[in-house]
């Protein structure tokens, strides 16, 4: 029977090293609030509220409509966002 050799340890270079943490995605989240939101249409002269490399992932939290909309639908008050 042959036996497989295992692998305890990898050891990288310094320079493999640099390129996996370069190239592993940065995870960004970007909630809705007062800053991030802006409703109606889209400005250019607004300044961007968050900057991402190439190969990021961006999270977004999303909202919609007005308070008031979501209590007459009965979301109860604290289940909605203080910032929409």
Known sequence: MMRRP?????VHSPARRAFLRRSAPKVHELKAS???V???FFDASLKPVLTIDSG????LETATGN?????A???PK???PRAV
Request: net charge positive; proline share 4%; glycine share 8%.
């Open 6 to 10: 295992t692998v305890s340890r990898v």
């Open 34 to 36: 007062a800053r991030t």
């Open 38 to 40: 802006h409703r109606g």
């Open 56 to 59: 990021d992932i961006v999270k």
């Open 67 to 71: 308070p008031r909309l979501f209590r």
């Open 73 to 75: 639908l009965g979301v």
């Open 78 to 80: 604290e289940k909605i």
